[in-house]
């Protein structure tokens, strides 16, 4: 593991301008931007890669029962431990594009709140160099 990737920065669905150039992010922050993307991406509508995208949105304006938590924490999972596959694999074909930072190590914790028109979604996760790192997830009603 002798290289860093990148990314391009993004910030609220726009790409990040730095001075006359755009923002890159790597390491934690690229693994954060990177979930971030995958969490709020609409499941399946990436032609390139149908496993990409969470559900979160479904879970929006309709009943909050006692399983709507149960039924969030486990698509929130369900996406992480998809993440990782997908490095897994990429770390298995061509190990020297990542460095430890920017993989998912653990999924520490996920905490999720709902409202009627809010999912609400706070994940800890751990690099494989151990930085712990947070992220909030927040679908709404536009």
Same mark, same amino acid.
């Given at each position: 593991?002798?290289?860093?990737?990148?990314?391009?920065?993004v910030?609220?669905?726009?790409?990040?301008?730095?001075?006359s150039?755009l923002?890159?992010?790597?390491?934690?922050d690229?693994?954060?931007?990177d979930?971030e993307l995958w969490? +709020?991406?609409?499941?399946?509508?990436d032609?390139?890669h149908? +496993?990409?995208?969470?559900t979160?949105?479904?879970?929006i304006?309709?009943?909050?029962?006692a +399983?709507t938590?149960?039924?969030v924490q486990?698509?929130?999972?369900?996406v992480l431990?998809?993440?990782?596959a997908?490095q897994?694999?990429g770390?298995?074909e061509n190990?020297?594009?990542?460095?430890l930072?920017?993989?998912?190590?653990?999924?520490?914790?996920?905490?999720?709140?709902?409202?009627?028109?809010?999912?609400l979604v +706070?994940i800890?996760?751990?690099?494989?160099?151990?930085?712990?790192?947070?992220?909030?997830?927040?679908?709404?009603?536009?």
């Amino acid at each position: 593991m002798r290289t860093t990737s990148y990314s391009l920065a993004v910030a609220n669905g726009d790409l990040v301008q730095k001075g006359s150039g755009l923002a890159i992010v790597h390491g934690i922050d690229k693994l954060k931007q990177d979930l971030e993307l995958w969490m +709020t991406e609409q499941f399946g509508i990436d032609r390139f890669h149908p +496993t990409m995208g969470s559900t979160l949105q479904d879970h929006i304006g309709g009943v909050i029962n006692a +399983t709507t938590q149960s039924e969030v924490q486990s698509e929130v999972l369900r996406v992480l431990q998809n993440y990782q596959a997908v490095q897994h694999r990429g770390l298995q074909e061509n190990p020297q594009l990542y460095s430890l930072s920017e993989l998912l190590y653990s999924i520490d914790d996920i905490q999720v709140a709902l409202s009627y028109d809010t999912v609400l979604v +706070t994940i800890k996760i751990r690099n494989a160099e151990s930085t712990q790192a947070s992220l909030v997830i927040a679908q709404s009603l536009l």
